[in-house]
C-alpha cells in the first residue's frame, strides 16, 4: 500500500468516525428514557434524564392556554397527596380527561417550582361498557323537558361525527344524537376519562342529567354493550 492510498485510508477512516458520533449523539439524545414513579421525578435526581412518568390525572387540574395543556398527576399506587405538574404543548386527545391515565414523557423543569415539560402525551383508559336498558332516548329526554332538568338518568344516543373535544377545552364534549332521528340532537358536558373506543358513531349509554341551559351533564359516559 503506496503512501497515498494509506493517507485516503486515514482521511476516510475520520469522517466515518465523525459521522458515527454524530449518529450516536443525535441517537442518545432522543433514546428511550427513564421510566421513574411521580415521587422519583419529584426527588430532583432525575432532572437531567429523559424521563417517563405516569400517573393519574388530577381531578379538575387540566387548563389549556395558547395549545398548551397544562395538569397534574398522581400515582394510584403510592402517596396520592404527591402531584407532579406536566406541561404538554400540543393537543390532548378526546379521551383525555378527570382520572385517566396519562404517560408523560419528556424532562424536569426548575425554573417554577418542579414540573415535567413532556414531548410526548399518551392516555389510557380501560374499555367500559354499559347496557342500554332503562336509558332515555335523546328524543324522549327532550319530551320531558323541564319536568326532568337535574334530575339524573341514562341517556341512549350516538356521537356526532366532528364534534369530539378534550375535556377543559371550553366546549362541550361531544353532541349525541338520537339513534333514529339524527337530526335531534344535545351537547354533552364531561370532565371525565373515557374509553379509547369512543369515537364518531359510536353509540353510547350516559348518566347524568339535563341541564337548564339545554345541554346534558354527564357523570359518566360508557360504549353501549
Given at each position: 500500500?503506496?503512501?497515498?492510498t494509506?493517507?485516503?485510508?486515514?482521511?476516510?477512516?475520520g469522517?466515518?468516525?465523525?459521522?458515527?458520533?454524530i449518529?450516536?449523539?443525535?441517537?442518545?439524545?432522543?433514546?428511550?428514557?427513564?421510566?421513574?414513579?411521580?415521587?422519583?421525578?419529584?426527588?430532583?435526581?432525575?432532572?437531567?434524564?429523559?424521563?417517563?412518568?405516569?400517573?393519574?390525572?388530577?381531578?379538575?387540574?387540566?387548563?389549556?392556554e395558547?395549545?398548551v395543556?397544562?395538569?397534574?398527576?398522581f400515582?394510584?399506587?403510592?402517596d396520592?397527596s404527591?402531584?407532579?405538574?406536566?406541561?404538554?404543548?400540543g393537543?390532548?386527545?378526546?379521551?383525555?380527561?378527570?382520572?385517566?391515565?396519562?404517560i408523560?414523557?419528556?424532562?424536569?423543569?426548575?425554573?417554577?417550582?418542579?414540573?415535567?415539560v413532556a414531548s410526548?402525551?399518551?392516555?389510557?383508559?380501560?374499555?367500559?361498557?354499559?347496557s342500554?336498558?332503562?336509558?332515555?332516548?335523546?328524543?324522549r329526554?327532550?319530551?320531558?323537558g323541564?319536568?326532568?332538568?337535574?334530575t339524573?338518568v341514562?341517556?341512549?344516543?350516538?356521537?356526532v361525527?366532528?364534534?369530539?373535544?378534550?375535556?377543559g377545552?371550553?366546549?362541550?364534549?361531544?353532541?349525541?344524537?338520537d339513534?333514529a332521528?339524527?337530526s335531534?340532537?344535545?351537547p354533552?358536558?364531561?370532565?371525565?376519562?373515557?374509553?379509547?373506543?369512543?369515537?364518531?358513531?359510536?353509540?353510547?349509554?350516559?348518566?347524568?342529567?339535563?341541564?337548564?341551559?339545554g345541554?346534558f351533564?354527564?357523570?359518566?359516559?360508557?360504549?353501549e354493550?
Amino acid at each position: 500500500m503506496n503512501t497515498k492510498t494509506k493517507r485516503r485510508l486515514i482521511v476516510v477512516t475520520g469522517v466515518i468516525v465523525v459521522v458515527l458520533a454524530i449518529v450516536l449523539a443525535v441517537v442518545g439524545s432522543g433514546g428511550a428514557a427513564k421510566t421513574v414513579s411521580v415521587a422519583e421525578a419529584l426527588s430532583g435526581s432525575h432532572d437531567s434524564d429523559r424521563i417517563q412518568v405516569s400517573g393519574n390525572v388530577v381531578d379538575n387540574s387540566f387548563a389549556t392556554e395558547d395549545n398548551v395543556l397544562t395538569f397534574e398527576i398522581f400515582d394510584p399506587e403510592g402517596d396520592e397527596s404527591q402531584t407532579l405538574r406536566v406541561r404538554y404543548e400540543g393537543a390532548a386527545s378526546s379521551t383525555f380527561g378527570n382520572g385517566v391515565t396519562a404517560i408523560c414523557t419528556g424532562r424536569l423543569s426548575t425554573s417554577n417550582g418542579v414540573e415535567l415539560v413532556a414531548s410526548e402525551l399518551v392516555t389510557k383508559c380501560p374499555s367500559k361498557y354499559e347496557s342500554a336498558t332503562d336509558a332515555l332516548t335523546v328524543s324522549r329526554m327532550i319530551e320531558y323537558g323541564d319536568s326532568i332538568v337535574d334530575t339524573t338518568v341514562k341517556l341512549a344516543g350516538v356521537v356526532v361525527e366532528g364534534t369530539l373535544t378534550a375535556a377543559g377545552s371550553g366546549e362541550p364534549r361531544f353532541v349525541v344524537a338520537d339513534g333514529a332521528d339524527a337530526s335531534v340532537q344535545v351537547p354533552v358536558e364531561f370532565d371525565g376519562a373515557m374509553a379509547d373506543g369512543i369515537v364518531d358513531g359510536t353509540s353510547v349509554v350516559i348518566t347524568g342529567s339535563l341541564s337548564g341551559s339545554g345541554s346534558f351533564v354527564a357523570t359518566d359516559v360508557a360504549q353501549e354493550g
